[in-house]
């Protein structure tokens, strides 16, 4: 089902002009009531889209700096909701919304979620964290939109979890890749089984996740799994969202102009090419946002979709630019290495990357779990039993093949790896 009709299959010349009239609004708000833009693009006007590239960008530095109510272009009281991201370096940063960016927020999630199948009546779990991350309230409010049967669980309290979602037996589930297989995974132990919940449908977001997550999820919890994007400076989650063709998250291109540039050089990038993503807002109110570098990897598509949706698409995100490890002048994202670890069937879906900076030479080390299948083969955990290092041999080798570094691999005990209740932390950095 297509929620909006009208905005999501708009043919490409009128979105392109409609696009062009609310980057110029979105311009002349800005610059008229927010200082930090109106001294950095003063009496600027686009006459056509391409005319963007000409505007500097806006740092999340940007928004630290101006924190926390610096970037507002509405008197304070008009914004009716703050949201702020977790902030693990210093301040938090500060997303503001008036009564009418909320609606856009709905809006977008309505559409994210119908694409992804969600239906009215549906029975949603919610195992995103409500408060000041934007994923619970985010999905809750674009659910209710849609007339989902909301159940506000949050993150966290796995317990809770199984019972609500054993006893209300929920059409969907919402939640981080990592949290869903966690939640999964404490099930089995305590003797329930994650395929009889009955859930049709996984939305889930907030971190960057593989395609070798996907078929554990799908093939743990019976369902089909769908990515759903955002961040929380732009609006939150419903930035993006992937279709049932699943060939690309469409963004929600009508509030939120995406571009792609080179992550180093800040050049433009055509379609096609892989870069950091820059988005634009199209009709925020309270803290619009111009050119805003959004730090996440991805490649853009114009081609119209399968599904009949004519939105620009944009491939899953392979990382964050600041998560990219150069080690031995080797590039490498852990979603890279997730991809050759989850291709091999006997590891489990639970890694990490200790990246150690103490030597001259920073050194990578891989941790991974062996699955429940091969241990139960091997009568147990043991890193020596021959299967065991056999593996151990091989992950290395497909790793060095795919990332062109030789790495260090270890197949470490069974939960050994610490899980997450929202996003996952997959590099530990030691020095
Ligand atoms: O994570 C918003 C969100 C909540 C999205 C729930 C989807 C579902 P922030 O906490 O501000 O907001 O973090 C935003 O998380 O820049 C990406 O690096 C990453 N991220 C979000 N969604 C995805 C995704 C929320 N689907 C940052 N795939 C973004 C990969 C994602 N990374």
Same mark, same amino acid.
């Given at each position: 089902m297509i929620w909006n009709v009208e905005a999501e299959t708009m043919a490409g010349r009128a979105r392109e002009r409609l696009q062009l009239e609310r980057v110029q609004e979105t311009l002349r708000w800005a610059v008229a009531r927010v200082p930090f833009h109106r001294e950095r693009l003063g009496a600027v006007t686009i006459?056509?889209? *391409? =005319?963007? *590239?000409r505007l500097p960008f806006v740092h999340k530095a940007d928004l630290r700096d101006h924190y926390p109510f610096g970037l507002l272009a509405v008197p304070r009281g008009e914004v009716v909701r703050i949201h702020a991201s977790s902030g693990t370096r210093g301040k938090p940063t500060v997303a503001a919304y008036t009564a009418g960016d909320l609606d856009v927020w709905r809006e977008v999630m309505a559409r994210a979620l119908t694409a992804a199948g969600a239906r009215r009546g549906d029975l949603l779990h919610i195992a995103f964290g409500y408060g000041l991350f934007t994923g619970g309230l985010g999905f809750h409010d674009g659910a209710e939109r849609v007339g989902m049967t909301v159940v506000p669980v949050s993150s966290g309290n796995t317990t809770r979890h199984h019972l609500l979602l054993q006893d209300f037996q929920p059409d969907a589930i919402a939640a981080t890749p990592s949290f869903a297989l966690h939640l999964a995974e404490t099930l089995a132990e305590h003797g329930g089984k994650p395929r009889e919940l009955g859930l049709r449908l996984g939305l889930f977001g907030a971190e960057p996740w593989t395609d070798g997550i996907r078929t554990a999820l799908e093939r743990t919890f019976g369902l089909r799994a769908f990515d759903i994007y955002g961040l929380s400076e732009i609006v939150g989650p419903g930035v993006a969202g992937e279709c049932e063709t699943r060939e690309g998250l469409h963004i929600a291109d009508d509030h939120f102009l995406p571009e792609i540039v =080179?992550?180093?050089?800040g050049a433009s990038l055509p379609s096609g090419r892989e870069g950091e993503l820059v988005l634009t807002t199209l009709?925020?109110?309270a803290m619009p946002l111009i050119r805003y570098r959004t730090g996440d990897i991805t490649t853009l598509t114009v081609e119209p979709c399968r599904c009949g949706r004519t939105s620009a698409r944009m491939a899953r995100?392979?990382?964050?630019s600041d998560d990219m490890l150069v080690v031995k002048g080797v590039n490498v994202y852990p979603s890279e290495v997730e991809r050759t670890l989850l291709a091999l069937d006997e590891l489990a879906p639970h890694y990490q990357l200790v990246v150690d900076r103490g030597t001259t030479l920073a050194r990578l080390e891989v941790q991974v779990e062996p699955g429940p299948a091969l241990i139960a083969r091997c009568g147990g955990f043991s890193p020596d039993h021959p299967e065991i290092a056999a593996l151990r041999r091989r992950a290395a080798d497909q790793l060095r093949q795919a990332t062109g570094l030789s790495v260090e691999l270890t197949i470490v005990a069974p939960r050994t790896i610490p899980r997450s209740e929202g996003k996952a932390v997959r590099v530990i950095e030691r020095r």
């Open positions: 006459g056509e889209l *391409a =005319d963007l *590239a =080179d992550p180093v050089s009709t925020k109110r995100i392979k990382g964050r």
